[in-house]
């Protein structure tokens, strides 16, 4: 038995460059859940909104195809699809068998989109719990400034985290303020923890508290991974709860939140796709 295999993929969805009419577009949507082909991804509006919510669903099929096979052995398309399940909030999970609704207990795995990237993390291990949040840092609309923007969403963190986030110096370019940059890696990290239970809509944001501890130099180049953060929930701390946070380019910072009974926590950069090709191939299509 594997005590934790973690696994973390990522593909930027604008890298998708093929026409509307070439075959991938097909092969893709064959290896998604044809109920949500039908009754979500076909009814964007926009194209790129289509592609991030299909590139979305084979990146899933394309990580519990290899981080499965620890447990259940390789699966094909069809047999994944149909141990794929969501819980009432939303978060999808694998099932024990075929014609169970039970979740496997040793595979976990979570998904986020936002800006050009989709990103999963998976994972086998007994009773564990993963969670995944990647955002695009996007500048304040014109004339509005960077505390005036933040501060919309002051309710959703704890006083304690907002005064740190004032604390960062700003920038004139709003994508180089330090103080833009931490308002969303501490609401990444917030919500790869909220996806990591489960608990959606039904938890509110500033119970969770977030602190960065200032004697681990905090590495913000692409791809450089920090473990700096310590977590509480209404003010109770937080056990054998692992954060990390990176870049994955200059402008998409991704958290990850993990928890396991036994720990065994492996910090690791996150696999970024080459193309679109190859997250048809790892999914179990043909191109």
Not at 99 to 123: L, Q
Not at 198 to 219: C, K
């Amino acid at each position: 038995m594997i005590t934790l295999l973690l696994l973390r993929i990522a593909f930027n969805v604008s890298r998708w460059t093929t026409p509307d009419d070439d075959g991938e577009w097909a092969a893709a949507c064959s290896l998604a859940d044809p109920a949500d082909v039908a009754g979500r991804i076909d009814k964007f509006v926009f194209k790129r909104d289509a592609k991030l919510a299909l590139a979305g669903q084979l990146l899933i099929r394309a990580a519990l195809r290899q981080i499965a096979a620890a447990e259940l052995g390789l699966l094909t398309p069809a047999e994944l699809s149909a141990r794929l399940r969501r819980t009432p909030t939303g978060k999808p999970y694998l099932t024990a068998a075929a014609d169970s609704s039970i979740a496997h207990p040793e595979v976990h795995f979570n998904s986020s989109h936002h800006g050009d990237y989709v990103a999963v993390v998976a994972a086998v291990a007994p009773n564990c719990m993963v969670g995944v949040d990647v955002m695009r840092i996007d500048a304040p609309p014109a004339r509005e400034s960077i505390d005036s923007y933040i501060g919309v969403m002051k309710t959703a963190f704890h006083p304690d985290e907002f005064r740190y986030i004032q604390s960062q110096p700003s920038h004139e370019i709003a994508e180089k303020s330090n103080r833009l940059h931490a308002f969303y890696r501490f609401w990444t990290l917030k919500e790869c923890y909220v996806k990591a239970i489960g608990a959606g809509l039904g938890m509110e944001l500033s119970q969770i508290r977030l602190t960065e501890d200032a004697s681990i130099p905090l590495d913000l180049r692409i791809q450089q991974i920090t473990s700096n953060v310590t977590c509480a929930v209404d003010n109770i701390p937080l056990d054998r709860w692992h954060f990390e946070q990176q870049y994955l380019d200059e402008l998409h910072p991704i958290a990850v939140a993990m928890h396991a009974p036994n720990g065994g926590f492996t910090s690791g950069r996150f696999s970024i796709l080459p193309s679109f090709s190859s997250l048809l191939t790892l999914a179990g299509g043909t191109t």
